[in-house]
């Protein structure tokens, strides 16, 4: 059985085993999420989040031999079949990326196990703002928000503009106004959020009203409105405190949060999947 972390450099002939790099390298752009169980859910959005990233950059597609989105999707797939047949009973936490290689770009698919899941955030509420070059683009900002968290003294850090909540360093905002009133925390420079998108939509599916709108630090600091930090490594979890500049407050909770995890890791049950990709 092969040893984890695993990476891989996209060709012209598809996936090749290579060696992971010893140090962070420079990531242009990349994606990850959660394989759990051997199941990937949604992989199809995600490589579309990293191709317009891609694109967002300048990138050559050629270049990077990006012919076909279905092909890179459907490869992607197949490799971490394979990997968690080898590993069964361990989730995967994946990463395509685009890195400089000997000056170069070049496409890699690092596979490493995933950390436990969080189920429950702790956030603080820095005093500076927003500090990334890049924030609608997964990638350039990764080591700086890596160490944003490491120097906090919670599970994340909020990201701001001085006024609004944008996101946290790793995941979307969700605000709940009423147990059946979600509000998606929009900002115009924040990550286009998948595991929001899933939420929003399995909420309206039942009949639940969403909006989007900006939410202050002062409506999220009040903690009385339920707050969730989402991704797709975590999954739905709830914020239990926040830590802000008059220290830390409480942060009340939904009286349905465990059946919303719970669907979670069902991917949402009931609701239309994406289809495979055809190869």
Avoid at 22 to 33: E, H
Avoid at 200 to 215: C, E, G, L, W, Y
Wanted: net charge negative.
């Amino acid at each position: 059985m092969s040893s984890l972390p695993l990476a891989f450099e996209w060709t012209s002939h598809g996936f090749a085993l290579t060696t992971p790099s010893s140090t962070q390298p420079q990531l242009l752009v990349a994606d990850s999420w959660r394989v759990r169980n051997g199941r990937i859910w949604g992989l199809p959005d995600h490589i579309d989040r990293f191709l317009r990233g891609v694109v967002a950059q300048g990138l050559d597609l050629d270049t990077l031999n990006i012919f076909d989105g279905g092909h890179l999707t459907a490869a992607v797939e197949d490799t971490l079949g394979d990997i968690a047949q080898e590993h069964v009973g361990t989730d995967l936490f994946p990463r395509l990326s685009v890195e400089i290689h000997d000056g170069s770009p070049r496409i890699v698919l690092l596979v490493r196990p995933a950390p436990p899941v969080r189920t429950t955030t702790s956030l603080s509420i820095p005093d500076y703002t927003d500090p990334r070059i890049r924030p609608t683009v997964k990638g350039p900002d990764i080591d700086l928000m890596r160490r944003l968290v490491a120097e906090a003294a919670t599970d994340d850090v909020v990201l701001h503009d001085g006024t609004n909540v944008i996101e946290t360093t790793t995941g979307a905002l969700l605000m709940w106004q009423t147990p059946q009133e979600l509000v998606f925390c929009q900002a115009t420079q924040q990550l286009a959020s998948i595991s929001a998108q899933r939420i929003v939509h399995h909420a309206r599916s039942h009949h639940i009203a969403v909006t989007s709108r900006p939410v202050t630090i002062q409506q999220v600091l009040t903690g009385e409105y339920p707050v969730w930090c989402t991704n797709t490594l975590h999954g739905i979890s709830p914020v239990t405190a926040i830590s802000g500049p008059h220290g830390e407050i409480h942060v009340a909770s939904h009286p349905d949060t465990a059946l919303w995890q719970r669907a979670w890791w069902q991917r949402f049950p009931g609701e239309p999947q994406r289809q495979k990709p055809k190869r």
